[in-house]
């Protein structure tokens, strides 16, 4: 969003609400938000990065920084990873992820990110810090390489692709 929208809408939102009980908004839980791209090649298949970080696959996109959008993250994070300005498209899926670990819950957003042409292809450059190669593979050639989760995610994804309809999840349900 452009930051003049942006400081102009908050502008009219007014003074900001004064917190009830003094602290109850640092004590209240955080959510991390991601925003994340399904990029296809002319085939329909899916670009996968293999990150540096993790064992499985991941599509293009990343954890929204403080006070930035899914949207603005997810924008930010491909042009980081795969070293293209890309025009993202509309929301296909929310996906709830629940706490895990070391992490806490999450919100997972998917954005379009639209059918790459051979020239476009061919200039992707992939952030070695980040990711050591990427492909193109259908959704069922990836599954065995990505979380069960992600996969479902994925599938509820392709299907907004089809029916224009975005879709919200929970844990990918």
């Known amino acids: 969003?452009?930051?003049?929208?942006?400081?102009?809408?908050?502008?009219?939102?007014?003074?900001?609400?004064?917190?009830?009980?003094?602290?109850?908004?640092?004590?209240?839980?955080?959510?991390?938000?991601?925003?994340?791209?399904?990029i296809r090649d002319e085939a329909g298949r899916i670009l996968f990065l293999e990150p540096t970080y993790k064992p499985t696959l991941d599509i293009p996109g990343g954890i929204a920084e403080y006070d930035e959008s899914p949207y603005e993250a997810c924008v930010r994070e491909v042009e980081e990873e795969i070293g293209l300005v890309?025009?993202?498209?509309?929301?296909?899926?929310?996906?709830w992820v629940p706490a895990l670990g070391v992490w806490s819950d999450a919100l997972a957003f998917v954005f379009d990110g639209g059918v790459l042409d051979r020239s476009t292809i061919d200039r992707l450059r992939i952030d070695a810090v980040e990711a050591r190669t990427h492909q193109f593979l259908t959704l069922a050639e990836a599954t065995p390489r990505l979380r069960p989760s992600l996969a479902r995610r994925l599938a509820l994804a392709l299907q907004a692709l089809t029916t224009g309809t975005p879709a919200y999840a929970d844990f990918g349900r």
């Open 1 to 38: 969003m452009d930051e003049d929208i942006r400081r102009g809408d908050l502008l009219a939102e007014g003074e900001p609400e004064q917190e009830f009980n003094p602290g109850i908004a640092a004590r209240l839980p955080r959510k991390t938000v991601a925003g994340g791209a399904l």
């Open 86 to 95: 890309l025009e993202i498209g509309p929301l296909l899926v929310v996906d």
